[in-house]
């Protein structure tokens, strides 16, 4: 069983940075792929951001990419996900999620992700 808590969420104005954690504990963490995912009012969740178990190999959405920036500690049992010059259209809830079949092959589809944050809230306001 993995558990994962997601941390870092707020209300900030365009153009800000925020930092968002997810710390996570019960199986090895460092095995596996990490993902972000977020979910916007009305609409269905959607990838943002993965990395292997290494942090070798990192994949991003075409529209977070050059702005965040995912990493990991593995002695930390964290993942991370940097945004910076943040929109109004990032506004969403963002979830971390693990991928305990993969441990370099980095996956967009949020169907091979089996476990799951509760998720924290992130507001740009224009």
């Known amino acids: 069983q993995v558990q994962l808590v997601e941390s870092g969420g707020g209300l900030v104005q365009a153009g800000a940075s925020l930092r968002l954690s997810c710390a996570a504990s019960?199986?090895?963490?460092?095995?596996?792929?990490m993902g972000w995912f977020r979910q916007a009012p009305g609409k269905e969740r959607e990838f943002v951001a993965a990395i292997s178990w290494s942090g070798g190999n990192t994949y991003y959405a075409d529209s977070v990419k050059g702005r965040f920036t995912i990493a990991r500690d593995n002695a930390k049992n964290t993942v991370y996900l940097q945004m910076n010059s943040l929109k109004p259209e990032d506004t969403a809830v963002y979830y971390c999620?693990?991928?305990?079949?993969?441990?370099?092959?980095?996956?967009?589809?949020?169907?091979?992700?089996?476990?799951w944050g509760q998720g924290t809230q992130v507001t740009v306001f224009s």
């Open positions: 019960g199986r090895t963490f460092s095995r596996y792929v």
């Open positions: 999620a693990v991928d305990t079949d993969r441990a370099s092959v980095v996956s967009w589809n949020r169907g091979n992700y089996d476990y």
